[in-house]
């Protein structure tokens, strides 16, 4: 069963076009994060939400626009693509925010690609 | 100066050997440590956290030095299998946020 998935995939598309990927957890954790994961392996936090209510959104472009319908989902939204774009985005989750030892669950990641 | 720094690597090592990565981090206030690990094209999975204590699970030890601040992994009687990036991973105190570092890689050759 997986626990935090992902899609698409993989994803390749032109520069200037809109994206979304998606996210689901079925471990009933409260919390899911955005990070982005660079061409020199740099992983970075973009977002997190707890309960549907946004509570980190680090600098990152307003083209990037996360969703949350509901606790076990969170989808991430990209306009106008750019090149700078092209990275691993994976999606993970929690149990709990705020609690320093909660162990994070890892989606297996949508490489994007923009030409 | 990056927040948690280690060294790329990579490590290229003999099966059995034993193997040590050092990590250093940037913010004293820092309060829990981990180490991840991400085989090549996957995500990141939990090997351990690192309590101040050090703390062993097999062949792995961790340890914390909160003075110096830096976080080590030692891997004992190396597998094959233990071939992949280890990345340390390090949380404020009241924050979600973990700050990844940028991983070694590890490579073990029969």
């Known amino acids: 069963d997986t626990a935090v998935s992902q899609t698409p995939k993989y994803l390749v598309t032109q520069m200037g076009n809109d994206k979304s990927i998606k996210c689901e957890q079925n471990l009933g954790h409260d919390t899911m994060y955005w990070y982005k994961q660079d061409s020199k392996k740099f992983l970075k936090i973009m977002f997190s939400?707890?309960?549907?209510?946004?509570?980190i959104n680090e600098t990152v472009p307003n083209r990037f626009s996360p969703k949350s319908p509901d606790k076990a989902h969170l989808n991430l939204h990209i306009n106008s693509l750019e090149l700078g774009d092209s990275a691993v985005y994976f999606c993970?989750?929690?149990?709990?925010?705020?609690?320093?030892?909660?162990?994070?669950?890892f989606g297996p990641g949508t490489r994007l690609t923009v030409l | 100066r990056k927040e948690v720094e280690q060294d790329p690597g990579p490590f290229n090592v003999p099966e059995g050997a034993t193997v040590a990565f050092n990590c250093t981090y940037s913010n004293s206030a820092s309060q829990s440590f981990f180490w991840y690990r991400q085989d090549c094209r996957k995500e990141p999975k939990l090997l351990m956290s690192?309590?101040?204590s050090g703390n062993e699970d097999g062949r792995f030890t961790a340890q914390l030095n909160r003075a110096s601040q830096y976080i080590s992994l030692l891997i004992r009687d190396s597998k094959l299998s233990d071939s992949a990036t280890y990345l340390c991973v390090v949380n404020t105190y009241n924050t979600d946020k973990l700050i990844f570092g940028t991983g070694t890689r590890l490579q073990v050759f029969p």
């Open positions: 690192v309590y101040s």
């Open positions: 939400y707890n309960n549907k209510e946004l509570i």
């Open positions: 993970a989750s929690s149990q709990d925010s705020g609690a320093t030892t909660d162990t994070q669950y």
